[in-house]
């Protein structure tokens, strides 16, 4: 049988699952794939971590670049992390020598994949990352292979799990944000530093990488990106009241000739499907034609995740199933037009804290109206013993820089006591 | 660029909607995969038909069998239907004669797959069949590639609309089977002769073929079929008032040593997912480590989602990605044990329609407790104005064939005034 020369790059917790599981597994995953997969060097950082199992001392690397250059390497696996420095010099060294590469690392394929693809092609190797983007939901594949027929107007969904995890823990224990992060953080659902989890940023590379694949385009860092910090317990009780769940979701859509890229807290119906995935989960949704709406529901991170997408990479490049690492050829791809969402319309939920005295509503209510932004409905709560109200708006469709000037008109007026909130809602 | 010569066999809804999507994409469909879909022939067995569009002359076959002697003919696509007759003759000489072939035939793959592929591997050509499961849920190719990695422990789900489609809008409307069939019919929901799709036969087609890939198995024909023909709308009704939807599903799952394949309607927990899944819909659940559980939802049938699926055989088979049909090679795949469902365990919904007198209840727990089966919930409800009541029984699980012992005990009696219900529930 046919062999393919693998070296591993990073043996973290992932690296490490990966390893111990080829080796478990290497009887099965050749039969499947018809070649074997070998693994003959590794190179981690810490060579001496404990990892719970043994590694030849013939295997390691002296220096991990040193894969890039050996003949008998057919592919390497990339899994150092991060944009710059050592991963980035690993996978261009390794693609410009001809390697096949598989990585699970999201930033630096949202910030150099087009780069990088255009030499893969070039030299005829693969270049798969299925495990960049939401591990145990087979996304990329799916857009790359089992919908590939279709024309994509529309792909969103819960892409964080921590981020999902920390929204439906506030919302089922009437938690605070500082609260239920806390606790995350015990259980082992978010690291020491979350920030790229909960500003966003997380999402933000994902929904590049999936954007690119879905409409044929490069790379694009027109994006608007917003986190979770600003969401406080409030915020999701009265939406619950109203009839919603908060969610961080990713969008990206085509809608005329335009592409939005948008990632932010949404106000999304309780009834609808994304609102029933709580905890960890991610969830993608793809619209296109011919194929109607299709929905890909998993486990979005972990090793045991990610590891299956990374085999499911290693095998295809087993097959010796050489494919463009966005779907199609760097010829082909477009520079496509990516709008900003002020020019979007949406309706949104405000809630804005003000003492309690007469005229202040009126001056509210006259400020949207000066906006030409209509309000659906209008929720004025008495704060107990505190002389403040809260008053809650949801307003029809509007354009989304009205929406905008119009939190800054508020915000700047002294009868506002807190910050005010705006939230997007999905009405779809 | 590289050309792979088609000929389409059967142009009905789906042929015709696929050949139209073919034509009018065939430029981006070559792109992506570096090589052109040419179509060079079709046949169909009513050549007049009214299309809608028109098919040059030249490209039509004079028997449908000649694109097998055809040397020109690398792709055979057919689209006739049906395990037996022509549709049998057209796969086997194709595959024969060293072609590819996708189909869309569920019943063919269900019951000569396990030949097929063997010529197919035998022959080096790809035969897929992404079409036959599911359509816009492109469920096959992620268990051949996506999710590759996964030692799979159980598969279940959504696989036939119509049925779903009955059994929401019941649950919905409230009407009888008879006035939903009514108008599922008018509405293109269910065909004209339903019967396949009712009595659970079209989901059993899918599973087995499903079972297969997950458990890279044979196909086996150790499956427990039950339809939605005996549902009524009192059974939904009281399922509704417990906590439950009902769902025509279907399970395949390795417990210990042992594969059961079963289609049964199941009363499943209203906040689950699977409850959520309404309409003509389709959804797959599949458990396995180390992903974990992954979900593919979509349009499950129709011209527009298999046409989806087709595409995406057709794309594999473009870019030269010759698989095993059932993902592993047939000297690998085993004769595993699949078993009765006779022996695995089950909670249950009972409903008993009987003479209102005293004695009645006594009886009906009596023959519970004889078959060691105990009672987790009982509701007894008078029917009005008819002297009778019906008994409701929830039980903790027991083994299959105490469940139907007790049914058939009781359905003896005297006081039981029409066939008592057994209804599988899924507490999971």
Tied chains: 1, 2.
């Excluded at 893969?120 to 299925?130: C, D, T």
């Excluded at 591990?135 to 999902?164: D, M």
């Excluded at 932004?373 to 307003?395: A, E, M, W």
Aim: glycine share 8%; aromatic share 8%; charged share 25%.
């Amino acid at each position: 049988m046919r062999k393919l020369n693998i070296a591993i790059i990073g043996l973290g917790n992932i690296g490490s699952y990966l390893f111990k599981y080829l080796k478990k597994n290497k009887k099965i995953i050749s039969k499947k794939n018809n070649c074997i997969p070998n693994v003959i060097y590794v190179s981690a950082k810490n060579r001496n971590r404990n990892r719970g199992f043994k590694i030849s001392n013939k295997i390691w690397l002296k220096n991990y670049l040193d894969a890039t250059k050996n003949k008998n390497v057919d592919l390497i696996i990339e899994l150092i992390g991060g944009a710059e420095g050592p991963a980035k010099k690993l996978v261009f060294k390794a693609l410009k020598n001809g390697k096949h590469v598989v990585t699970a690392n999201k930033a630096l394929i949202a910030k150099y994949g087009d780069q990088l693809a255009k030499i893969a092609e070039n030299n005829k190797v693969n270049l798969e990352f299925e495990a960049s983007v939401c591990g145990g939901v087979p996304i990329i594949r799916s857009l790359k292979e089992g919908l590939i027929a279709n024309k994509i107007n529309k792909v969103y969904g819960i892409f964080n799990g921590t981020s999902n995890y920390i929204l439906s823990s506030m919302d089922k224990e009437n938690k605070s944000f500082d609260d239920v992060l806390f606790n995350a953080k015990k259980l082992g659902y978010a690291e020491s530093n979350p920030s790229s989890d909960l500003n966003g940023d997380d999402v933000s590379a994902k929904l590049k990488i999936l954007s690119s694949l879905c409409f044929n385009s490069f790379l694009n860092n027109n994006i608007h990106v917003e986190g979770i910090k600003n969401i406080d317990k409030d915020d999701i009780s009265y939406a619950k009241k109203l009839g919603y769940k908060i969610k961080l979701l990713g969008y990206a859509e085509l809608i005329g000739k335009h592409i939005f890229q948008r990632v932010h807290p949404t106000l999304i119906k309780e009834s609808s499907y994304v609102a029933s995935i709580d905890g960890v989960l991610n969830a993608v949704i793809i619209d296109g034609a011919p194929v109607g709406q299709s929905i890909i529901q998993g486990e979005g991170a972990g090793p045991a995740a990610t590891t299956s997408a990374l085999i499911s990479d290693i095998s295809s490049i087993l097959r010796g199933n050489v494919k463009f690492p966005f779907s199609i050829s760097n010829k082909e791809r477009k520079n496509l037009n990516f709008k900003q969402i002020s020019e979007r319309d949406f309706s949104a939920y405000f809630r804005f804290n003000v003492i309690d005295k007469p005229g202040v509503l009126s001056n509210i209510t006259h400020i949207f109206s000066k906006n030409n932004v209509s309000i659906k409905r209008l929720v004025q709560d008495p704060n107990k013993n505190k002389g403040s109200s809260s008053i809650i708006i949801i307003t029809h469709p509007s354009k989304d820089k009205y929406l905008n000037k119009i939190i800054g008109t508020i915000n700047r007026r002294s009868y506002v006591k807190k910050k005010s909130k705006l939230i997007r809602i999905d009405d779809e």
